[in-house]
């Protein structure tokens, strides 16, 4: 159980050596989740994109690719998945094409509705807060923006104690001023997409 602990810990918050490892196995582990955000299209060319929860920087990756006009922010809460962030996305991060930074999603560091698009993969289950969390993704959000969650069902059901059913997220999206939310769920895949409007 201590070692399990330990791992969720990780997970979480990835530091030196075993949290770098972790970070690899997140890059290869979202890769099927990177795969459907190209297939459904929802982000635009041109767009300003903030992945939340970056990890090991290969979103930010598919992100850069599927957007060659657009420029890319991600923020993680850990120091090693910042630098493994930066170090997966080298040349992107050298010609700024890719900007990442240790910040918190409870308090993002940029100004009101500056962001196109913003994503979050397997990351929300560890907020501090996340109704207030959700408040600060809509504050970043422009107009017309979209909020992209996507997670495994069965680490939404592990580590929430509170929105855990579809009903509770897509009234936590409305309570916040999202105008239009989608929820796609792959029971085969046991994933679950939310896509909130503002």
Known sequence: MALLQRLIEQAKKPNGFVGS?????????HSGMNTWLI?????????????????????LQTLSKMNPAGKIY????????????IKTN????????????????SNIPYTDQFFDTIT???????WPDLANDVKEVFRVLKHGGKFIIMSELYKIHYHMKAYKTTSEIEQLFESVGFQKIQIIQNA?????CIIGMK
Not at 92 to 101: C, L, S
Not at 120 to 126: C, G, N, P, R
Request: with cysteine; net charge positive.
């Open 21 to 29: 490892v972790m970070l690899r196995i997140m890059n290869v582990a």
């Open 39 to 59: 297939k459904h299209g929802d982000v635009y060319d041109g767009d300003i994109v903030l992945d939340i929860g970056c990890g090991g920087g290969k979103t």
């Open 74 to 85: 991600g923020i993680d809460f850990s120091e090693q998945a910042v630098k493994d962030s």
């Open 90 to 105: 080298k040349m992107d991060v050298a010609n700024g094409k890719v900007i990442v930074k240790q910040a918190s999603v």
């Open 120 to 126: 979050a993969f397997q990351t929300h289950y560890f």
């Open 188 to 192: 085969r895949k046991g994933c679950l």
